[in-house]
């Protein structure tokens, strides 16, 4: 079993940046791929980006790619997404994912555990 709690999102003017971590607790937490999934009001959930258990490979959504990164720190059991060049429609709630497999799932059946969610909202 793996928990995940999320934290950082607030609240952030239109080009501004935010980082926004997942702590992850559980044995094998760090042997995971991780991901960062978001949801806006009326939207369904969608990819925003993942990281393999090294951390060696990463994908992103097109939407996001060049703007976020997202990054894991193994000893902290601890996955960020930095988010720069935030647009009003990066506003959701953003979710951080664990992933048993390592085949690359970028929906949300392909993950096996969830925190809870944390708000990002952009102002225009």
């Known amino acids: 079993q793996v928990q995940l709690v999320e934290s950082g999102g607030g609240l952030v003017q239109a080009g501004g940046s935010l980082r926004v971590s997942c702590a992850a607790s559980g044995r094998t937490s760090s042997s995971y791929a991780m991901g960062w999934f978001r949801q806006a009001p009326g939207k369904e959930r969608e990819f925003v980006a993942r990281i393999s258990w090294s951390g060696r490979s990463t994908y992103y959504a097109d939407s996001v790619k060049g703007r976020f990164t997202i990054s894991r720190d193994n000893a902290k059991n601890t996955v960020y997404l930095q988010m720069n060049s935030l647009k009003p429609e990066d506003t959701a709630v953003y979710y951080c994912?664990?992933?048993?497999?390592?085949?690359?799932?970028?929906?949300?059946?392909?993950?096996?555990?969830w925190g809870q969610g944390t708000q990002v909202t952009v102002s225009s």
């Open positions: 994912a664990a992933d048993r497999s390592n085949v690359v799932a970028t929906t949300p059946l392909g993950y096996d555990y």
